[in-house]
């Protein structure tokens, strides 16, 4: 299984990026699909996360109302779209795949990308 994270970079609080996870080696039929962050000098984060069969959605308070997660089960990709964005959303972001009890925990999700840098500058 390859998770293939991309549409980081540079940009200024308030702007917007669309982060895509290219999913392959498998069927993710009852997966999750999750969007996790970290920060310098901080844990590993959920920020969002995705039934691959029915598109449920779950997000972390902090991204509520700014990011949208989606799939595109066609082509195999997950979404984030990341608008009004802050300088503390500044993290590698991760992709992931898994059948988690609970949605939020890193432990929960067997397969992962390799990140992606976002930086927001102030």
């Known amino acids: 299984v390859q998770l293939q994270a991309s549409g980081g970079g540079l940009v200024q609080a308030g702007d917007s990026l669309r982060l895509s996870c290219a999913a392959s080696?498998?069927?993710?039929?009852?997966?999750?699909m999750a969007w996790f962050r970290q920060s310098p000098g901080k844990e590993r984060e959920f920020v969002a996360s995705?039934?691959?069969?029915?598109?449920?959605?779950y997000y972390a308070d902090y991204v509520k109302g700014r990011f949208t997660i989606s799939r595109h089960k066609p082509e195999n990709t997950v979404y984030l779209q990341m608008n009004n964005l802050k300088p503390e959303d500044t993290a590698v972001y991760y992709c992931?795949?898994?059948?988690?009890?609970?949605?939020?925990?890193?432990?929960?999700?067997?397969?992962w990308g390799q990140g992606t840098l976002v930086t927001v500058s102030s």
């Open positions: 992931a795949a898994g059948v988690p009890v609970t949605t939020t925990s890193i432990g929960g999700y067997r397969f």
């Open positions: 080696g498998r069927t993710f039929t009852n997966y999750k």
């Open positions: 995705i039934t691959w069969n029915l598109g449920t959605t």
